[in-house]
């Protein structure tokens, strides 16, 4: 079975520019949750999708966004980047959501 | 408040020596569960293991066993006879079955060093 996929694992973008994250959920797995890790703040929950919606959301400004699409792959969108933007960003999927929780390899973002 | 406490920012050990990494949590869910994880330096969060509230019975795999204790709000982990592939950054996370179910709370993590 194929794990969680995140696409691209490295980027550079520069202050003021937008991303599009991508993660492909392991087959079967209907939530996907975002996590962003940098030294200083840790591992951080953005926000969490089942089944297209979005069910949870962490203390993040409306910069940043997401989506879930009907085979369960999620993007996030980082809009107006900046310097503390910069971070390891971390796609969990499971099941239902209280299950195990399955993390892919990430993707590390740095904004110049 | 959901909390998460690992209060070990870094252990030293030597291999073969057994280490504990410790997690105290703190949640008014009843029902909840408990996560660790193991962070090598690629990245990657690698799942260990999960159990829920109801499910205090400890739990042993290989060299590795974790001890639940309600009483203590405690999810402690332990790796018995280390080695240098277990040096990582390690993870205890909580997460809830209410109304942030699928959000994990993470606490900072603890560094261990397994030198040979």
Known sequence: KAGVTQTPRYLIKTRGQQVTLSCSPISGHRSVSWYQQTPGQGLQFLFEYFSETQRNKGNFPGRFSGRQFSNSRSEMNVSTLELGDSALYLCASSFTGSGEQFFGPGTRLTVL | ?116
């Open chain 2, 1 to 116: 408040a959901q909390k998460v406490t690992q209060a070990q920012t870094e252990i030293s050990v030597v291999e073969k020596e057994d280490v504990t990494l410790d997690c105290v949590y703190e949640t008014r869910d009843t029902t909840y569960y408990l996560f660790w994880y193991k962070q090598p330096p690629s990245g990657e969060l690698v799942f260990l293991i999960r159990r829920n509230s109801f499910d205090e019975q400890n739990e042993i795999s290989g060299r590795y066993s974790w001890n639940f204790q309600k009483s203590t709000s405690s999810f402690n982990f332990t790796i018995t006879a280390s080695q240098v592939v277990d040096s990582a950054v390690y993870f205890c996370a909580l997460s809830e079955a209410g109304s942030t179910l699928g959000r994990l709370y993470f606490g900072r993590g603890t560094q261990l060093t397994v030198w040979p």
